[in-house]
C-alpha cells in the first residue's frame, strides 16, 4: 500500500512500516473550521475499526473521530495540545492524531485511495 487511505467519515490512514498514522482529511478539517482543542487517546489504548479515536472541538462543534482500523494506540500527538491549529494547517503532516500499531493489515484493503476518495468527496 502506498500513500494514504480514507473512509467515508473523512479520516486518512498512512503506513510508516509496520505503524499506521491515522488523523482526519483536508476535506474534514475544512468541514470542521478553525480547531481550538483535541482529545487524543492515551498509548496503549486499544481501538477497534469504526470506535472512537479522538473529540476535535472547533468554534463550530465538537465532533468524534472514528478509527479506520483496529489497533493499539503506541503514539498520540501531544503536540496538539498546544497547536491544535495544527490540524487546520497541515492535516496530513504535523497534524496527524495518533500511531497505531495494526492489530489486522487485511482492514486497509476496505478503504478508499486518494483516487476515490477524491471522487467521494466531489461527490457530496
Do not use: C
Amino acid at each position: 500500500m502506498s500513500g494514504e487511505r480514507y473512509t467515508k467519515d473523512h479520516e486518512y490512514v498512512r503506513l510508516e512500516g509496520e505503524i499506521a498514522v491515522v488523523g482526519v482529511t483536508d476535506y474534514a478539517q475544512t468541514q470542521l473550521g478553525d480547531i481550538v482543542f483535541i482529545e487524543l487517546p492515551e498509548p496503549g489504548a486499544r481501538l477497534d475499526k469504526g470506535g472512537q479515536l479522538a473529540t476535535i472541538e472547533s468554534v463550530k462543534a465538537a465532533s468524534e473521530v472514528y478509527s479506520p482500523i483496529s489497533g493499539e494506540v503506541v503514539a498520540a500527538n501531544d503536540a496538539l495540545d498546544d497547536e491544535p491549529a495544527s490540524v487546520n494547517e497541515d492535516p496530513l503532516g504535523k497534524g496527524w492524531l495518533a500511531k497505531l500499531r495494526i492489530a489486522d493489515a487485511a482492514e486497509l484493503e476496505g478503504l478508499m485511495d486518494e483516487d476515490a476518495y477524491r471522487a467521494f468527496v466531489e461527490s457530496l
